[in-house]
């Protein structure tokens, strides 16, 4: 396994500039993913990292190795593709065996590697099959069988489970997860899959027109977002955004406007200091759809505070309930309980525990505790 690191990293296509002036370094045995909306840079990044794009600006290491100028087959790498990229004429055995005939690798040590990358993928019944023949999570196993044969220090995985149904991709996601933790190799990870990022990762970089906007373990990324775009963008369903005015009104509140009346949110007390310079002024609200729950239901001791909304739409899961309601013109998610039983068109008494909420700046975008 090997650390990267980046410094100043840019690429341009023509005039346009796809990533901006990149920092990153990634310890050995890390898992990272590359999480960000479709155009973002995510995968453009990786090809820099595996070399199969040329850099604009900045450098890469790999380990100790500057590899800027060094091809992706002398890398010590291995990639495996949204594609698969299989040879279709050629079996199991062959698509993973290739890398090894190429490099000239003595039989002994093929035959060896095989079994044993066959053995933990559970694929050795599929080894005379052609890819044509295999299910799409066999053939995704096939290309991690074929990245795996090869023993490099750093894996690079592209999207490697957007072509699969849902069910198949926790499965996939289970056996990625339990390959690196029997490796310990270093991972990078590029998906648009908010759960397989944060299930997966030892650290998240959020991405967004070329920049990192936050690079942090999975639980700061969720708990902690940096600005409004890694808020909204990380969860699934997003963190609900309310646009209010701080107001005096035993202690400061965040008074957010409504026909069916306004509500008048506590701000927490650790935000105190660093609201109050905005008394008067427009704030954003953060609070995440488990944060707003039936009243009573949070635990004792939470800075909690209750308000009515009438539910327009109510969505079941299985383990819970979202409930669907609007508040100072947006449409806000509350999660509950299944057994909270309430029908469309009637009040429901939500409970916001405060002390989860964030505060974020109108104009900035930052979180409170990134501007004071």
Not at 175 to 202: N, P
Request: proline share 6%; aromatic share 6%; charged share 25%.
């Amino acid at each position: 396994m090997a650390s990267i690191r980046l410094d100043k990293v840019w690429k341009k296509f023509g005039t346009t500039e796809v990533i901006k002036g990149i920092d990153m370094s990634i310890r050995e045995g890390e898992f990272i993913v590359l999480v960000g909306p479709s155009g973002c840079g995510k995968s453009t990044l990786l090809n820099l990292i595996a070399g199969l794009e040329t850099l604009s600006g900045g450098e890469i290491f790999i380990g100790s190795d500057l590899v800027n100028d060094i091809p992706p087959k002398d890398r010590d790498i291995a990639m495996v593709f949204q594609s698969y990229a299989l040879y279709p004429t050629k079996s199991v055995r062959d698509n993973m065996n290739f890398g090894m005939v190429t490099r000239h690798v003595p039989q002994s040590e093929q035959t060896v590697a095989l079994a044993e990358v066959a053995g933990f993928l559970h694929i050795e019944t599929l080894l005379d099959r052609k890819p044509g023949q295999l299910s799409g999570g066999q053939r995704q196993r096939v290309a991690m069988g074929r990245a795996l044969v090869r023993k490099p220090a750093v894996f690079l995985f592209d999207e490697p489970l957007s072509n699969l149904d849902a069910k198949l991709r926790i499965e996939m996601r289970t056996e990625i997860k339990r390959l690196h933790q029997r490796l310990g190799k270093t991972i990078v990870y590029v998906t648009h899959d908010q759960i397989e990022a944060m299930t997966l990762a030892s650290r998240i970089a959020v991405m967004d027109n070329g920049h990192i906007r936050q690079f942090g373990s999975p639980e700061d990324i969720y708990e902690r977002p940096v600005d409004l775009f890694v808020a909204g963008f990380i969860g699934s369903p997003s963190m609900n955004l309310f646009k209010g005015r701080v107001v005096e009104q035993s202690g400061l509140r965040l008074q957010v406007d409504d026909p069916a009346g306004a509500v008048h949110f506590p701000i927490p007390r650790n935000l105190h200091d660093a609201a109050r310079p905005y008394l008067g002024r427009e704030l954003i609200l953060g609070l995440r759809p488990e944060a707003m729950v039936r009243e009573g239901a949070h635990r004792p001791g939470s800075e909690t505070f209750s308000f009515d909304r009438t539910i327009d739409v109510v969505e079941p899961t299985g383990p819970d309930t979202l409930l669907v309601f609007t508040l100072g013109g947006i449409e806000a998610i509350g999660r509950v309980d299944p057994q909270d039983k309430i029908s469309v068109g009637t009040k429901f008494r939500f409970d916001v525990d405060m002390g989860r909420a964030k505060m974020f700046d109108p104009v900035t975008g930052l979180h409170l505790a990134s501007v004071h």
